[in-house]
């Protein structure tokens, strides 16, 4: 399953940024010592910059020079990710088993395994 962002933190308020922020903490609060949480933060240059086509000449040409100016700068401009992911590390106890075959059984050793 792809990750998707849940939410497009540019499109909320101060006050919708902070709710989320204590909802987040509360439910982090939830878990146990077992519980990992991850964070990736995928950066990326910026896809180039394609402006649209506007009727007014003026206006088309600052939008054009803008388009190119922030094109020629793609090196330097990033796209930022931030995803989250948590797992439940419960360990696991693990008992050795040795396994001898029969002796008629030629050129065999003992085989170990671990199993929980």
């Avoid at 950066?43 to 388009?67: D, L, M, N, W, Y």
């Avoid at 990033?78 to 396994?99: F, G, K, M």
Wanted: proline residues 9%; positive net charge.
């Amino acid at each position: 399953m792809p990750l998707k962002p849940l939410v497009a933190q540019a499109d909320l308020s101060h006050a919708q940024r902070q709710t989320l922020g204590h909802r987040l903490e509360a439910g982090l609060r939830l878990l146990d010592e077992h519980c990992r949480v991850y964070q990736y933060l995928l950066k990326r240059t910026i896809a180039p910059i394609v402006s649209a086509p506007c009727p007014q000449p003026i206006a088309h040409e600052a939008i054009q020079g803008r388009a190119a100016y922030l094109n020629a700068r793609r090196d330097e401009l990033y796209d930022l990710s931030l995803y989250s992911a948590t797992t439940n590390a419960v360990p696991v106890t693990l008992s050795i088993v040795t396994i001898k075959p029969p002796k008629h059984w030629p050129n065999q050793g003992a085989t170990t395994y671990a199993r929980p």
